[in-house]
């Protein structure tokens, strides 16, 4: 365990390289072909990852299932059979959609570590060359999303229970203790799966471009690093929340800094290709960082050394 097990691992550390190696990378000298190539496989490495939220009020109108209740009960039940039929369409098109892009990201994170480390612009030779790997990677993660989708959907199918209880019956002590328990576990569990997943992109996946078309025997050698290194990895996620605020508000920054807000967003949202090519200066860093900082446990683990400059 020497090599994984070094003296000095510093998060601070892969700050100057990774930067410096963006800068060599796109603008040493500025190469329009080779920076929308580049995007592209910073797009596919991330594509299909998003998200949302919402929130509402009128508890009053909801607590003793009043009209708006029951409003809401006959038109579910008069419409039940086109809710079921739009469902039994709608919800398989999605999961399909879900499956594509999936695959699709688990074969493009390994051309964007190809093009970050080795400071090229290519899309067909890493697309064939990792094509066993981005398809152990794409089945770990469809596992790996089934198992999710079945511990975390139980809890939150109860927390929905409850709160439709609470929505009829009015609050009491057990309904409460009840959602918040199934609220809890739900959060506890999708934590979990979202360290396993950050861990898979930042370490797993480079170290299967290195050794290994095999995602379970990646995760193996994941899995001893981490053991080893407990303290280090908390601080690195600790760290990489503080990048991802920091990434966020630099984004936010250039939305604002160019005076045309709205016209940003739409890029950034409705296009995300043509976003994540404005910002891929960002992207190239995060990718470059993490591939820095897991040099630092030895030679084994340094993607660079086997990529010409």
């Not at 009020?57 to 079921?84: D, R």
């Not at 409460?176 to 959060?187: D, K």
């Not at 920054?253 to 967003?265: A, D, I, K, Q, S």
């Given at each position: 365990?020497?090599?994984?097990?070094?003296?000095?691992?510093?998060?601070?550390?892969?700050?100057?390289?990774?930067?410096?190696?963006?800068?060599?990378?796109?603008?040493?000298?500025?190469?329009?072909?080779?920076?929308?190539?580049?995007?592209?496989?910073?797009?596919?490495?991330?594509?299909?990852?998003?998200?949302?939220?919402?929130?509402?009020?009128?508890?009053?109108?909801?607590?003793?299932?009043?009209?708006?209740?029951?409003?809401?009960?006959?038109?579910?039940?008069?419409?039940?059979?086109?809710?079921?039929?739009?469902?039994?369409?709608?919800?398989?098109?999605?999961?399909?959609?879900?499956?594509?892009?999936?695959?699709?990201?688990?074969?493009?994170?390994?051309?964007?570590?190809?093009?970050?480390?080795?400071?090229?612009?290519?899309?067909?030779?890493?697309?064939?060359?990792?094509?066993?790997?981005?398809?152990?990677?794409?089945?770990?993660?469809?596992?790996?999303?089934?198992?999710?989708?079945?511990?975390?959907?139980?809890?939150?199918?109860?927390?929905?229970?409850?709160?439709?209880?609470?929505?009829?019956?009015?609050?009491?002590?057990?309904?409460?203790?009840?959602?918040?328990?199934?609220?809890?576990?739900?959060?506890?569990?999708?934590?979990?799966?979202?360290?396993?997943?950050?861990?898979?992109?930042?370490?797993?996946?480079?170290?299967?471009?290195?050794?290994?078309?095999?995602?379970?025997?990646?995760?193996?050698?994941?899995?001893?690093?981490?053991?080893?290194?407990?303290?280090?990895?908390?601080?690195?996620?600790?760290?990489?929340?503080?990048?991802?605020?920091?990434?966020?508000?630099?984004?936010?920054?250039?939305?604002?800094?160019?005076?045309?807000?709205?016209?940003?967003?739409?890029?950034?949202?409705?296009?995300?290709?043509?976003?994540?090519?404005?910002?891929?200066?960002?992207?190239?860093?995060?990718?470059?960082?993490?591939?820095?900082?897991?040099r630092q446990f030895g030679p084994q683990f340094d993607v660079f050394s086997v990529q010409p400059a």
């Open positions: 365990m020497g090599l994984e097990n070094p003296q000095r691992v510093s998060v601070i550390d892969p700050i100057s390289p990774a930067i410096e190696h963006v800068r060599l990378m796109l603008f040493k000298p500025f190469d329009l072909s080779k920076w929308l190539t580049i995007g592209f496989c910073a797009w596919l490495a991330q594509l299909g990852h998003g998200g949302g939220g919402g929130g509402g009020n009128g508890w009053k109108e909801y607590g003793h299932g009043g009209p708006i209740m029951e409003t809401i009960k006959s038109n579910v039940i008069a419409h039940l059979a086109v809710i079921i039929l739009v469902g039994a369409i709608v919800i398989p098109i999605i999961i399909i959609i879900a499956v594509v892009l999936c695959w699709l990201r688990s074969r493009g994170q390994f051309m964007f570590v190809h093009c970050v480390a080795g400071n090229k612009a290519e899309v067909v030779v890493p697309w064939n060359k990792f094509a066993r790997h981005g398809n152990s990677l794409f089945l770990f993660r469809i596992v790996l999303g089934f198992i999710g989708f079945l511990v975390i959907g139980l809890p939150v199918a109860a927390a929905i229970f409850t709160g439709f209880v609470m929505c009829a019956t009015g609050f009491n002590p057990a309904a409460i203790m009840g959602l918040t328990g199934a609220i809890f576990v739900a959060v506890v569990v999708a934590v979990l799966f979202g360290l396993i997943a950050k861990f898979t992109t930042d370490f797993v996946v480079p170290i299967m471009f290195l050794n290994t078309d095999s995602c379970i025997a990646g995760w193996k050698q994941c899995l001893a690093l981490i053991s080893g290194n407990k303290a280090r990895m908390l601080l690195y996620i600790l760290f990489q929340i503080v990048i991802c605020l920091v990434i966020a508000f630099i984004a936010l920054t250039v939305c604002l800094v160019t005076c045309c807000c709205c016209c940003c967003l739409l890029v950034l949202f409705v296009l995300p290709y043509v976003g994540t090519v404005i910002l891929l200066p960002l992207f190239a860093f995060k990718r470059a960082y993490s591939l820095f900082y897991l």
